[in-house]
């Protein structure tokens, strides 16, 4: 399977809110552009963690000194959903319905994200999804979203 | 040592419904003006107060520009903001108390006020629909589509209707229930507007599994309130209500690492510290003025305080328990659902007044012991509304 099958570029003028990229997440958001998806992962007992913690279980001494961000399978499953019919921000009068789901990944996780590339009344918790790169390339960076696992 | 019954609520103040000629600092100072004045003191007997903001745990900044205090002209020696999401009448009570204790203060007078109503008419004229204004620039999600309140409380809702078989019929009679109670209540918004669950099942779908009528209501308005200590509290125009106890809970504390935060509040211990403080039992409980931001919210901690087993909710509620007439008359007033939203204080007046025996039409028989809790204040994707207060009030 080709690597930019699992990418997407969107190309159309951006009208929605810009994401969060701050000193804690640029790994994360400087990942998701090269079509990495990381979490931040303790080196000694390999918790992993999503956004950015000090792992509960150890001491990370320095500072966070323990852990690191690593590549992570961009797997999980539907932890919950909902269905937005009501577009509160202008940019999305063209999405509804969509579905914003809890994703429980497979390294353990929750992320919140957008699951498409399905009927949004097909959408069941305990559904295996996996990480979609939604590239902005006019904007410069990539969100993370999620469609149904393919086997 | 204990704190309880040393302390009391001695006059209400409440401004309610919309106020698009007023500004925000000027309906606080109404709210004040009346609060003193039920507590039959002048101004000039306030030395110290606090502004409640519902700020969310990521830091909203207080409207510190033009306060209350200067408008009204009260001789006070602090003043200060106490913010956080929807549990800040229980956090300002907290503070006054300190302040009262150590005699740094004898009377002190807190305010919220909120007009979210009137942004929100502005949002619309501009596309936008209920309350983005309070949405932060950055939180995670928002290039997603995530409207905080309503996209994490729906993803709690569906996550409870997963695990246990709740039904929106069922979360449904929540919202029914506080809709009978705000048609006993003349300052609800909801007044004269009963609503049955065919109403709610016909309401349309905004963020799937919420109907319309699952969401709380957006408003304007103010509510003040005056504490001092109990000695001084005696001699006062009012029925004392006195604190019983308090507690606080919060999901970041392991919550949400186990991920029980979607179908349960940071309940444990936020019960075991003000039910151990005000020595009583949750059978004692007359009244509980649950946060009610949305349906599910109120399952959850009818079933995380145990007044009925966790999944039982659905059923429960359905019974007509938490209704007028029913084992634990919830959300008296009309609640955040029904009634107007100005966080906790929404059900912490309605305490109040129950305690006091003012609720009119709606009084609870005998109302000696009422509950106000407060939720909210999204700290971090995804979707945690952390902090949880138990206030017990008593009279």
């Known amino acids: ?151 | 040592m204990t704190a309880s019954r040393k302390y009391a609520i001695v006059g209400l103040g409440v401004v309610a419904g919309p106020q698009p000629q007023r500004t925000r600092r000027q309906v606080a100072a109404e709210a004040v003006r009346r609060a003193i004045a039920d507590a039959g003191l002048k101004r000039e007997d306030i030395d110290g107060a606090i502004e409640l903001v519902r700020g969310a745990g990521a830091g909203e900044r207080a409207a510190y520009a033009d306060p209350f205090p200067r408008i009204l002209a009260l001789p006070i020696n602090f003043f200060f903001t106490v913010e956080r999401g929807g549990a800040l009448a229980a956090l300002g009570i907290a503070a006054a108390m300190s302040f009262l204790d150590r005699r740094i203060a004898s009377h002190i007078a807190l305010c919220g006020v909120v007009d979210d109503w009137t942004r929100a008419q502005e949002n619309k004229a501009k596309g936008f629909r209920g309350m983005v204004h309070i949405e932060k620039e950055g939180a995670w999600g928002r290039p997603l589509g995530d409207l905080r309140a309503f996209s994490h409380h729906s993803w709690m809702a569906s996550r409870h209707m997963a695990e246990y078989g709740t039904t929106s019929r069922q979360l449904g009679a929540i919202a029914v229930a506080a809709r009978a109670w705000a048609c006993k209540n003349p300052e609800a918004k909801m007044y004269g507007r009963p609503m049955t669950i065919e109403d709610h099942q016909n309401s349309p779908l905004v963020v799937e599994p919420y109907r319309l009528l699952d969401l709380c209501l957006i408003s304007d308005g103010a509510v003040a309130f005056i504490m001092t200590t109990a000695e001084r509290a005696r001699d006062l125009k009012k029925p004392p209500v006195y604190v019983l106890g308090q507690g606080f809970g919060e999901i970041i504390r392991e919550l949400w690492w186990e991920k029980k935060n979607y179908t349960s509040m940071a309940v444990k211990t936020a019960k075991e510290q003000a039910f151990r403080e005000a020595g009583v039992e949750l059978k004692d409980v007359k009244c509980a003025e649950l946060y009610d931001c949305f349906t599910g919210e109120v399952l959850f901690q009818l079933e995380d305080y145990g007044w009925c087993g966790k999944g039982e909710g659905g059923p429960f509620v359905e019974s007509g328990a938490i209704g007028p007439g029913g084992s634990i008359p919830v959300n008296t007033g009309g609640g955040l659902l029904s009634c107007y939203h100005l966080a906790d204080l929404t059900g912490f007046a309605e305490a109040v007044r129950q305690l006091r025996g003012e609720a009119g039409e709606r009084q609870i028989p005998g109302c000696d012991i009422a509950m106000s809790t407060g939720h909210g204040g999204e700290l971090l994707a995804p979707g945690m509304c952390s902090i949880h207060s138990c206030t017990l009030l008593g009279r």
Not at chain 1, 76 to 101: C, T
Request: charged fraction near 25%; charge should be negative; proline fraction near 10%.
């Open chain 1, 1 to 151: 399977m080709a690597k930019s099958d699992n990418v997407r570029v969107v190309s159309d003028p951006y009208t929605k809110p810009l994401p969060n990229i701050d000193l804690d997440n640029q790994p994360f958001w400087d990942g998701l552009r090269e079509h990495k998806f990381l979490l931040f992962r303790c080196k000694i007992c390999g918790a992993h963690y999503w956004p950015k913690a000090y792992c509960r279980f150890h001491d990370n001494e320095p500072f966070m000194g323990n852990l690191e961000w690593t590549e992570a399978s961009g797997k999980g499953k539907i932890f919950a959903f909902n269905i937005h019919h009501w577009p509160l921000h202008p940019g999305f009068k063209d999405d509804v319905p969509y579905v914003y789901a809890l994703i429980e990944l497979d390294e353990g996780p929750l992320i919140s994200s957008n699951v498409v590339d399905i009927d949004p009344r097909e959408v069941r918790i305990g559904m295996p999804v996996e990480i979609l790169y939604e590239d902005h390339p006019n904007e410069g960076f990539t969100l993370p979203k999620f469609r149904p696992a393919r086997e």
